[in-house]
């Protein structure tokens, strides 16, 4: 099976999936939102600038688990643990559930991403497109997804050039029999509740 059509049954495939997803957790995303609105003032979206394919430019979609100007306090982008001030009391069990991942099935179903690829970077961290290696460019490859490779095997454990390089091995080992096997492996940490804080500068 050609590239081509792998490529073309996974972009069916993400369209299926989160459309199929967006209806079934309506009801959660609903009840989560109005959880968010009334125990903390802002929205109850979070919306950053990340890379994604090829480099362009697209605003993700979560959750809102921190206070409003979050990025622009204490360690600014970097969250040391759950005892962290600037995350919300809902926050905490948003984030240690992965639910305020959800309403990027939006981003996929615009196709601003995947359900399984490299996660998008924010725009100048830790580097800005332009800064990124030869090699390292191949993680922009295919579009970003809200699970990916180094997600089931080193999270946030180790750092970001390492992650990088599993990016590249997921790039160019994909398949749709690779794709079927993270999600299921993230379905299961998802489970276990591993931990998320482990950020390695």
């Known amino acids: 099976m050609g590239l081509k059509v792998r490529l073309s049954i996974k972009?069916?495939?993400?369209?299926?999936s989160s459309t199929f997803g967006l209806v079934v957790i309506s009801p959660l995303l609903l009840i989560i939102s109005i959880f968010i609105k009334i125990t903390?003032?802002?929205p109850v979206f979070f919306r950053q600038e990340r890379l994604g394919k090829a480099g362009k430019v697209f605003k993700i979609i979560k959750f809102r688990t921190m206070?409003?100007?979050a990025q622009n306090m204490g360690d600014g982008l970097k969250v040391k643990g759950e005892s962290d001030s600037r995350i919300t009391g809902i926050g905490?069990?948003?984030r240690k559930t992965s639910l305020?991942?959800?309403?990027?099935?939006f981003n996929v179903l615009k196709g601003d991403m995947s359900l399984v690829g490299p996660r998008p970077p924010v725009t100048d961290h830790p580097y800005t497109y332009e800064n990124y290696g030869k090699v390292q460019k191949k993680r922009f490859l295919m579009r970003p997804g809200?699970?990916?490779?180094?997600q089931v095997t080193v999270r946030n454990s180790v750092p970001w050039d390492e992650r990088i390089e599993y990016d590249i091995e997921y790039i160019e080992n994909f398949s749709i029999r690779s794709d079927l096997k993270i999600i299921i492996l993230t379905g299961i940490k998802v489970f276990k509740?591993?931990?998320?804080?482990r950020e390695v500068k």
């Open 40 to 42: 903390s003032s802002g």
């Open 146 to 150: 809200i699970t990916g490779l180094a």
């Open 11 to 16: 972009r069916f495939f993400d369209i299926m």
């Open 100 to 105: 305020d991942e959800l309403p990027q099935l």
């Open 67 to 69: 206070v409003v100007g």
């Open 193 to 197: 509740k591993e931990s998320i804080y």
């Open 92 to 94: 905490k069990f948003l």
